[in-house]
């Protein structure tokens, strides 16, 4: 059984630069129907309002990158991914351009991500508690997207140049461990380029989020995809765990269960130290059957993982 989370998260307020994560941009007026053509998302019509997850596949179906894509007109769209995969989903995303009319490029300091938590800061950003998932919206001369609240704290991320970025100097400092807490407990992959070709979108809940549109036409490892989820062949998902101690624990991290001890039965996904530093927590891709077995790190010999409480519900099949 999944044990609830007592870290008291309450007094975390503030804001701090993402440097773990990249913005590519794509400009020009076929840019939507070219990304529409090569992402799980439907890019083509979405609303300069709404923000959307999308995942890069391989031929195989297998996460490349992840994304939340941003359109803020017609013939723009960004692309905040992990900094570790941004140059290599650059690359092979100009490769498939051709002739459309878009232009591919590493956003740099035209636009700069920022983190932002806390309820202290829905006055200041002129936020409600019930404004919703993905929305978007301008603000201090970027943009600004409302993420899943962990806890009761709610989350944004802000988009803008670095000159914009100065109008954050007046918020309180967030400590980078704070934030990687809330983003991984809520349970929300980033593909690494230590996990990058390791998931199906289903094995990491991805569809779960949204990130999967199952009505848009075709795009690179759509048919292992859709028959994943229709043939009900995903044998994995994702879930939260916490580890004791100082652990270590890091994305692609191999992790191993009791009832099988001879072979890996997932892969850490996310990982980050509690900001007081007493254990760490960590989104783990594991095997199905093994989720209720005694799990562990890096052999069936290592620190023991005790399973937390997810913060939304899986499909009804894998409860």
Known sequence: MSAPNTTNTLTWQGALPLPELNVILAKGPDSAAFLHGQLSQDVTHQPPDQARLAAYCSAKGRMLASTLNVRPDDETVWMVTDASVSEALLKRLSMFVLRAKTRLSNAGDDVRVW????ASLLVPLGAAETEPEGQVRTWAGG???RLPAVQGVPRWLWL???AASANLAALPALPPSAWSWLEVMSGVPRITQATADQFVPQMVNFELLGGVNFQKGCYPGQEVVARSQYRGTVK?????????GEVAMQPGQE???????GQPAGLVVLASPSPDGSAWVALVEIKLQAREQATRLGSAEGPLLTPLEMPYS???QDA
């Open 255 to 261: 992790v191993f269960a009791e009832g099988d001890p």
């Open 160 to 162: 803008g140049s670095v």
């Open 236 to 244: 994995r998902r994702a879930a939260l765990f916490r580890a004791e």
């Open 143 to 145: 943009q600004l997207v």
């Open 115 to 118: 983190g932002l938590a806390g």
């Open 314 to 316: 899986l499909d009804a």
